[in-house]
């Protein structure tokens, strides 16, 4: 979008090639001259043209060298005034009265001053010299209170001083709309921004809060500028000092105080305000934008809003993580219909990773990974019955959880048949993703995964077979150490032929290695751990019987030599 002056000149080197044809017509111009006209506007696009049209200069290094020798000037200035003006107060020549008059007018007439550069085509140059007119209004404005003498004199409220601020950046968002211009627009919000906390009270600053975040909003609604991250960013950075000033989740919680109860409006209108812009937002255009709108909001609401329900309703925290997986299914419902695929994609990924958080919330422990293992078969079996390569995805990272989970919590924290239960909840869900994807289409990163579920969920069962056998607490706890060793070795090679059968019968080369690699393990195990460490009888019993077994496979595998080959093929 072309600011206002430009878009006039465009508009008047059209009038003016429109002027040239119809003296063309009249018989006023050559032909020649005007075919010249006609080929050097066209050559012409819009930005040139405006660009033409303004007498700054369009090369990056006059711009670094505009804002530099512009910025370092306008502060000099600055500072010479200041030191005159200092000078005037130790003289005793201007009162406070009269200070606070001179910095209006003057603040005014370097506002007037930017205008004048505006209308002589010098628009970047003006809206230096607006802001810096701008910020010495606010200045002077806050000093009417927040400086000691000054509030003294002027008999000075905190009310009214913040009103007054307001209508500063009021003035401020005006102007920096007439110039169509992104930075006094953000120049004028931080200034917003700065009176809210200024201000002192809670409970103002929130409001105040809120009407700036709603009116950038609708701005960026129209204008569609690249900052939207920035107001969702300082509004929850203010609800934070709000939130810990006013202690909200360190009070008492036998009685609810009212604070409690702001403290969760506040929260609602924010999480409403940025969740509405990130979806306004041209999702084509500003998906990166939109994305982390929406994560910064979602995870901002979530943490405020489980501190408040955990420390006053704590039976209820679960719910009320589900609450906010619920609110984004909607949401991902409603962005669908609107064909908005990437704000889809991203209130999709924050509704299943609120409905998995849930589960350690809510849930005892003994039950998370078992939650989790039946979640993530369910988000597989979900993206390859309707082809979205993306929920399968999620899928394998909730199975991914529930297995470290169970892997480094369950096996040391649990009594036995929770333990069990869980683990086995686990591994099946792991064994079973292979068959699941089987049948479906995939993407070239998962063309390994069938191998990576083998192999997690055979490490996962030898352990828990392990742990199970060997715990002192558990099933087996009334047997000598000796003879659980012996049972271990046992269990394990029969779990080796056990895979390699498997393997053979879904033609699964990879669960085939796996039983081989273990039966491998579970000799290495039988001749450094067993014959070194156990009695003679017992070093006696487990060889002879992992032997039969040793040679109970091999007899198989002659035996059913042909079809094994059939298996192959």
Known sequence: MLPEEQRFQYLDNKIFELEKRIAILEGKESATEQKEANEKTSELTPIEISTKASKETSYPSENLGFKIFGTVGFIFILLGLFYFYKYAVEEGWIGVLERVVL??????????????????EYPRFSQLITGGGIALLYFTIYSTYHFI????????????????????????????????????????????????????????????????????TIILWKKNWGIGIYPVIVSYFLYTIFFLESRVVFISDTVIPTIVYYAIGYLVCFFTIFTILSIILKDEENNTQNAVISLINAFAAFVFGLSIVWHYWHPARGVFVIFI?????????????????NMFRVFFILCITFLTIAVPVQLEKSWVAFAWAIEGVLLVHAGVRIEKWN????????????????????????????????????ILALYGVPYLISRAKLVDYEKDLPILFNIAGTFLLTISLATEILD??????????????????????????????????????????????????????????????????????????????????????VKNKERIQEFLK
């Open 325 to 341: 997986s619920a609110v984004y299914l909607g949401l991902t419902y409603f962005v669908g219909q609107r064909d908005l695929k």
């Open 472 to 557: 002192s607490e558990g099933l087996l706890a009334a047997l000598p150490g000796d003879v659980r060793q012996v049972i271990l070795s046992v269990v394990w090679a029969i779990e080796a032929v056990v895979l390699i059968v498997v393997g053979f019968m879904n033609r699964s080369r990879s669960l085939r290695n796996i039983g081989l690699l273990l039966f491998g393990i579970t000799v290495i195990k039988i001749l450094i751990v067993d014959i070194s460490d156990l009695e003679t009888i017992y070093r006696t019993v487990v060889t002879i019987i992992v032997g039969l077994i040793a040679l109970g496979a091999s007899f198989a595998y």
């Open 149 to 216: 003498e000054f509030r003294e004199a002027l008999d000075m409220s905190l009310g009214a001083n913040s009103i007054l601020l307001f209508i500063v950046m009021a003035f401020a968002v005006f102007l920096a709309l007439r110039l169509n211009s992104l930075i006094l627009t953000s120049f004028a919000f931080f200034l917003g921004y700065l009176a809210a906390f200024l201000t002192g009270e809670a409970h103002q600053m929130m409001i105040s809060t809120l009407i700036l975040s709603a009116g950038l």
């Open 391 to 426: 929920i399968r995805r999620l899928g394998y990272i909730v199975l991914g959880l529930a297995a470290l989970w169970s892997l480094l919590l369950d096996v040391h924290g649990l009594p036995f048949w929770e333990r069990a239960t869980s683990m086995a909840a686990v």
């Open 103 to 120: 910095g209006i007018i003057f603040s005014l007439a370097v506002l007037v001053v930017g205008e004048v550069f505006r209308r002589k």
